[in-house]
């Protein structure tokens, strides 16, 4: 995976479909997925089909995706974050290690993000 995602920051154009492959590898990639987000730019094509993919798999392995979401939720990557609030409004959940933060003011939501999360 993170050969993947090192290839995925190159410019040029790819011929992979990242979609499939990502959830032919089943909902381990969740995790994943989340912890090498950050090299991905989320105006990307790139980024839009990984996410594409968290989702699909989220739905399959709902437990996984929830403790992958608290452990990412928090992240310093813009990215990331934006992937984990979409999880989260895939799954409708709210995790309480992302509202706990929110409580106590440590959560770094992105400025258009408000309290999205189901």
């Keep these: 995976m993170s050969i993947l995602f090192s290839w995925l920051t190159e410019e040029d154009t790819h011929t992979l479909d990242l979609v499939s492959e990502l959830i032919h590898l089943g909902p381990k990639v969740i995790p994943v997925g989340l912890e090498h987000g950050y090299k991905l730019k989320p105006e990307t094509e790139a980024y839009r ?41 895939t ?12 409580i106590e003011g440590r959560a770094n939501p992105l400025p258009s993000a408000g309290i999205d999360c189901v």
Excluded at 63 to 88: H, Q
Excluded at 91 to 102: D, G, Q, R, Y
């Design 49 to 89: 089909d990984v996410l594409e993919a968290l989702k699909r798999l989220a739905r399959e392995d709902p437990d996984l995706a929830v403790k992958a979401i608290a452990a990412y939720a928090l992240s310093s990557n813009v990215g990331v974050r934006a992937m984990c609030r979409a999880l989260c409004r």
């Design 91 to 102: 799954l409708e959940v709210f995790p309480a290690t992302l509202l706990e933060s929110l």
